[in-house]
């Protein structure tokens, strides 16, 4: 038995995600040392990124070759937004952001770039390419969430973030999403594994800028 799709991609990138795990912005979080700015900002990002990502994980979801797959990444799509909303209800408000204030705030570069490669790829490419695009945001997520819970420093000021990363649902929908990625590329063909590849390490990329931009607080320059 071959090797699975899930298994390659994620050796192919396992040195860029020991990058993305040793990250400032995650050392600090562990730590929580991580200054209010940094994680106001990265929250605000996030927010606007779950709402792209839902509509990515939306067109996944109408491409999907059988019934499980459809509703697996519907269900994924209305999470998604369903996290987004407890933002709002939770950190955003706490900042005094209400949600017609958070329309208001700039979509950062490195977000506005990962949103438009996942909506481009999903869109313009196969079921497979667009599986795995979007998976690395499931599975780098929970494998940094489950780093960062496992040596947090006590009274984390952030633990309410890191115990829904490193929680046993999200766990449980990164190994759904996996098992779905791997059983689309079973059938793929050589030149659609090829993109498959290009796809997921993009994303893989873009997931250290998410955090790497966070860490600096990058807007647009002009």
Not at 30 to 51: C, N, P, V, W
Not at 100 to 118: I, K, N
Not at 157 to 173: L, R, V
């Amino acid at each position: 038995m071959g090797t699975t799709f899930s298994a390659q991609a994620w050796a192919k990138n396992a040195e860029l995600y020991e990058k993305t795990r040793t990250l400032p912005f995650n050392e600090e979080l562990a730590a929580g040392t991580l200054s209010h700015e940094r994680f106001k900002y990265y929250m605000i990002q996030d927010a606007h990124y779950l709402i792209g990502y839902a509509r990515a994980l939306a067109i996944v979801a109408a491409k999907a070759t059988e019934a499980d797959g459809v509703e697996e990444f519907t269900k994924a799509a209305n999470n998604a937004i369903v996290v987004e909303r407890a933002l709002h209800s939770s950190f955003l408000a706490d900042w005094g952001i209400s949600p017609s204030g958070f329309a208001q705030t700039p979509v950062a570069p490195t977000t506005d770039h990962y949103v438009s490669f996942l909506l481009a790829t999903t869109y313009g490419d196969c079921y497979e390419v667009g599986l795995a695009a979007v998976l690395p945001c499931f599975w780098v997520y929970a494998e940094v969430g489950k780093d960062i819970f496992a040596r947090a420093a006590p009274s984390n000021p952030f633990q309410a973030w890191i115990d829904t990363y490193a929680g046993e649902d999200f766990q449980g929908a990164v190994r759904r999403a996996i098992d779905a990625t791997d059983q689309a590329a079973a059938a793929a063909s050589p030149a659609v594994i090829e993109r498959m590849h290009a796809a997921f390490t993009r994303s893989c990329q873009l997931e250290w800028m998410f955090w790497d931009s966070a860490y600096r607080t990058l807007l647009w320059p002009v």
